[in-house]
């Protein structure tokens, strides 16, 4: 059943291209962003070999892409920073993709072609012969030689209008590397998912600070983002269990963690060098963060005083500070995890 108290769509709203950004509303603070294009959802895209035959799969899954309309986004919120931007309420018709008979076949899909199906991710699954993978990897250095276009309708003031917006797939290179069914895979995929992700964690450091007497600051706006260096790790496997131990017990993780320090009216920022040690159960699909030290804390773009700073950085030592890092990590490459299996 429709939600009769859903703002109604009023005005559209065009960009310095003339192109319609999105609408205004029946209620003053949403505006409604339209999706110009889709595109490789979340790089949600794999190659395999199929066993006993020279062919490959290449599946993806397509989504909307709001990349055009960050300006306008930015635009919009300086002069009202309290607007709110939704997608687009709309009712999904079809969705075309055009791939030339040279670089392979469709074999299955999931598109909203159907009513049952009206999410906004599309699934494709193709089928490419080895000679067709080769003229596959010199076209992805131009992206817009798979296209195609998805419609949609949408309610203004009890009107139906319809509209289209265009797909253009982006494959990259490390898109079509080939990942083998061998007994390894899952061990490879998981590498691959830790490997090629950054992570960023907001607000995991928001605490109090505490200076010594009895006297602390508060911390604020925190954010931690970091990624894991593959040349600094070693994987080892046995029985389905994956340990990533840093090589030598030196940084295998490059972070950097940025807070506000609203008393000392200051913000900090600082880079980590970071030994980190993980064990996955291939089983489960679980993850755990074994070991986390930083073996070396620079801080730049800050200025708060040199005492500050030596108290600062036995802050970011402290046990209860790693313990509650190494959870927030856990937590995050256990959602990443899980969240990938989900599309295998």
Same mark, same amino acid.
């Given at each position: 059943?429709?939600?009769?108290?859903?703002?109604? =769509?009023?005005?559209?709203?065009?960009?310095?291209?003339?192109? =319609?950004?999105?609408?205004?509303?029946?209620?003053?603070?949403?505006?409604?962003?339209?999706?110009?294009?889709?595109?490789? +959802?979340?790089?949600? =895209?794999?190659?395999?070999?199929?066993?006993?035959?020279?062919?490959?799969?290449?599946?993806?899954?397509?989504?909307?892409?709001?990349?055009?309309?960050?300006?306008?986004?930015?635009? $919009?919120?300086?002069?009202?920073?309290?607007?709110?931007?939704?997608?687009?309420?709309?009712? @999904?018709?079809?969705?075309?993709?055009?791939?030339?008979?040279? =670089?392979?076949?469709?074999?299955?899909?999931?598109?909203?072609?159907?009513?049952?199906?009206?999410?906004?991710?599309?699934?494709?699954?193709?089928?490419?012969?080895?000679? /067709?993978?080769?003229?596959?990897?010199?076209?992805?250095?131009?992206?817009?030689?798979?296209?195609?276009? $998805?419609?949609?309708?949408?309610?203004?003031?009890?009107?139906?209008?319809?509209?289209?917006?265009?797909?253009?797939?982006?494959?990259?290179?490390?898109?079509?590397? $080939?990942?083998?069914?061998?007994?390894? @895979? +899952?061990?490879?995929?998981?590498? @691959?998912?830790?490997? &090629?992700? +950054?992570?960023?964690?907001?607000?995991?450091?928001?605490?109090?600070?505490?200076?010594?007497?009895?006297?602390?600051?508060?911390?604020?706006?925190?954010?931690?983002?970091?990624?894991?260096?593959?040349?600094?790790?070693?994987?080892?496997?046995?029985?389905?269990?994956?340990?990533?131990?840093?090589?030598?017990?030196? +940084? &295998?993780?490059?972070?950097?963690?940025?807070?506000? $320090?609203?008393?000392?009216?200051?913000?900090?920022?600082?880079?980590?060098?970071?030994?980190?040690?993980?064990?996955?159960?291939?089983?489960?699909?679980?993850?755990?963060?074994?070991?986390? @030290?930083?073996? &070396?804390?620079?801080?730049?773009?800050?200025?708060?005083?040199?005492?500050?700073?030596?108290?600062?950085?036995?802050?970011? /030592?402290?046990?209860?500070?790693?313990?509650?890092?190494?959870?927030?990590?856990?937590?995050?490459?256990?959602?990443?995890?899980? &969240?990938?299996?989900?599309?295998?």
């Amino acid at each position: 059943m429709a939600d009769t108290n859903a703002p109604e =769509v009023t005005e559209a709203i065009l960009d310095s291209n003339g192109e =319609v950004f999105g609408f205004l509303t029946t209620d003053p603070k949403v505006i409604y962003v339209v999706p110009r294009e889709w595109n490789i +959802h979340n790089r949600k =895209v794999f190659l395999e070999k199929i066993p006993n035959t020279s062919d490959y799969e290449l599946y993806f899954i397509l989504g909307p892409d709001f990349r055009k309309s960050a300006a306008k986004i930015a635009e $919009i919120q300086a002069r009202n920073p309290t607007i709110v931007f939704l997608p687009l309420p709309k009712q @999904y018709s079809q969705a075309v993709l055009n791939i030339p008979d040279e =670089v392979g076949t469709i074999q299955t899909s999931l598109t909203p072609d159907s009513v049952f199906n009206q999410s906004p991710l599309l699934y494709y699954k193709l089928r490419i012969t080895k000679k /067709q993978l080769s003229l596959f990897k010199v076209l992805t250095q131009n992206n817009a030689f798979i296209t195609g276009l $998805i419609e949609y309708k949408f309610p203004s003031r009890s009107e139906v209008f319809e509209a289209i917006a265009s797909i253009k797939v982006d494959f990259r290179s490390s898109d079509l590397d $080939i990942r083998d069914r061998n007994e390894d @895979y +899952h061990t490879e995929w998981m590498k @691959y998912q830790l490997f &090629n992700r +950054h992570i960023r964690l907001d607000g995991v450091l928001d605490k109090k600070f505490y200076l010594g007497s009895g006297i602390s600051v508060d911390i604020t706006d925190s954010i931690f983002k970091g990624y894991m260096l593959e040349d600094k790790t070693v994987v080892k496997v046995s029985n389905r269990k994956v340990y990533l131990l840093s090589r030598n017990n030196i +940084h &295998n993780f490059k972070g950097e963690v940025f807070f506000r $320090i609203p008393l000392l009216n200051s913000n900090v920022t600082a880079a980590m060098d970071i030994s980190m040690d993980l064990y996955l159960d291939l089983n489960t699909l679980s993850i755990y963060v074994t070991k986390l @030290y930083p073996n &070396n804390i620079k801080f730049k773009d800050t200025n708060v005083g040199s005492f500050y700073i030596k108290l600062l950085r036995k802050f970011l /030592q402290q046990k209860s500070v790693l313990d509650d890092l190494s959870k927030a990590l856990t937590k995050e490459f256990q959602y990443r995890l899980l &969240n990938q299996n989900l599309f295998i």
